[in-house]
Structure formats: C-alpha cells, structure tokens
Nanobody, 128 residues
Framework: QVQLVESGGGLVQAGGSLRLSCAASGRTFSSNAMGWFRQAPGKEREFGAAITWSRGRTFYADSVKGRFTISRDNAKNTVYLQMNSLKPEDTAVYYC?????????????????????WGQGTQVTVSS
C-alpha cells in the first residue's frame, strides 16, 4: 500500500502563488509516477500535472501549463506542485495520486482511473 498526504492548500488572491506538497510512504517503489488532480464542486476530477519518479518527466494539462510546475524529491518521497498566477477558476480540492507502476504512458497518466492510491485532498481557494 502507498499512503499519500497532501499539504499546502489555502486561500489566496488571484495572481498569487501556493505550493502543494504530497508526501508518500509505504510501498512507494511500486509506483512509476505521481499525479496532481483537482475537483471543483459539481465537476469531474480533472488532471493537472504528473511526473515520473525515475527521470522526472513531466506532463501538464493545457489549463495549467506555464503557470504550474510539478517537481519531486526522491530522497523525501515527496512531490510538489508550485502554482503561480492563480485564477479563481483554479479553486478546487487538489489531490495527489500514485500510479500502479505499469502502463504509465502519457494518456494513462492524465486519466484518474489509472491511479490506484489517492491522498485525502487539500482545498485551494482563489479569490477574485
């Protein structure tokens, strides 16, 4: 099992920044990649960014590309999401997720159903 704990959410004004962290523990060696997703009220969970543990290859949704940066610290088993130039439409609960360690292609990493372990989520609210 992999346990994930997110932190770093909060309330910020439009144009501001936040950095989310996701600490992974347990059988982290079984995962190839980590993803960040978000879910706003009444909407489906959507992909934000993903990163592979080994090469640090990154993937971004068009909606966050150029504003958000995903990174990882392998020694700490922690993944970060630096969010800059935040907009009110970025308001959502943000979740980190660990993939199962196989079939970790571009399409799969953008799909919530590919991931097998999820954190509890952290609220991000951007005021206008």
């Amino acid at each position: 099992q992999v346990q994930l704990v997110e932190s770093g959410g909060g309330l910020v004004q439009a144009g501001g920044s936040l950095r989310l962290s996701c600490a992974a523990s347990g059988r982290t060696f079984s995962s190839n990649a980590m993803g960040w997703f978000r879910q706003a009220p009444g909407k489906e969970r959507e992909f934000g960014a993903a990163i592979t543990w080994s090469r640090g290859r990154t993937f971004y949704a068009d909606s966050v590309k150029g504003r958000f940066t995903i990174s990882r610290d392998n020694a700490k088993n922690t993944v970060y999401l630096q969010m800059n130039s935040l907009k009110p439409e970025d308001t959502a609960v943000y979740y980190c997720a660990a993939d199962p360690g196989y079939n970790s292609g571009d399409y799969a990493l953008r799909t919530p159903m590919h991931y097998t372990h999820w954190g509890q989520g952290t609220q991000v609210t951007v005021s206008s």
